[in-house]
């Protein structure tokens, strides 16, 4: 069954400093990986997709088929990066891609 | 439209009362998602519509649960007869094309079952 863990449900950082919100799943076949936001009082949107190795508001991901995680990184967190971040792979290939969350991890960074 | 409208935003409904809740797609996407979250967790996928066709409805919780989209645009998610563990965010999405695009989200619909 596939299955998203984020250990994280809180994680709290000064401004400045660098943040990793961690992603382990268990997925068959070779799932694509993205990771959506939620801003306070917004709706979920998507922040970055790693089969683009894009780079969104100073937010990187890095895939370890290994240890099958997809940790979201930034150097310097920012106020405004607070927010509620979830981590979702989807069923790849020719698949429409279901997604499935993991239960989320809420972002706060103090000035 | 510009993006994906989901109406109501909030709904109060009795138990045993039957609600319909309405997305309207980004024009043109083809694919169409309805998810539920619960407080506190994650979006969880509920089903899925290519234009027309449902071509998933794996986790829709219990048969009173149906969702429709006849014409390939709007859909409706409607639920029977609502008991308390329904109450949820309901949250429609839609995309153009392959999954690796990622979706866009509408702000969702919140059921209260009371």
């Known amino acids: 069954a596939q299955r998203v863990t984020q250990p994280e449900k809180l994680l709290s950082v000064f401004k400045g400093a660098p943040v990793e919100l961690k992603c382990n799943y268990s997925y068959s076949g070779s799932p694509e990986l993205f990771w959506y936001v939620q801003y306070s009082r917004q709706r979920l949107q998507l922040l970055l997709r790693h089969i683009s190795r894009e780079s969104i508001k100073g937010f990187t991901a890095d895939l370890n088929k290994g240890e099958t995680s997809f940790h979201l990184k930034k150097p310097f967190a920012q106020e405004e990066d607070s927010a509620m971040y979830y981590c979702?792979?989807?069923?790849?290939?020719?698949?429409?891609?279901?997604?499935?969350f993991g239960q989320g991890t809420i972002l706060t960074v103090h000035p | 439209g510009a993006g994906v409208s989901q109406s109501p935003r909030y709904k109060v409904a009795k138990r045993g009362q039957d609600v319909a809740l309405r997305c309207d797609p980004i024009?043109?996407?083809?694919?169409l998602f309805w998810y539920q979250q619960a407080l506190g967790q994650g979006p969880e996928f509920l089903t899925y519509f290519q234009n027309e066709a449902q071509l998933d409805k794996s986790g829709l919780p219990s048969d009173r649960f149906f969702a429709e989209r006849p014409e390939g645009s709007v859909s409706t998610l409607k639920i029977q007869r609502t008991q308390q563990e329904d109450s949820a965010v309901y949250l429609c999405a839609s995309s153009a094309g392959r999954a690796y695009y990622g979706y866009t989200f509408g702000s969702g619909t919140r059921l209260t079952v009371v």
């Open positions: 024009s043109g996407h083809v694919s």
């Open positions: 979702a792979p989807s069923a790849g290939g020719t698949s429409y891609g279901k997604l499935t």
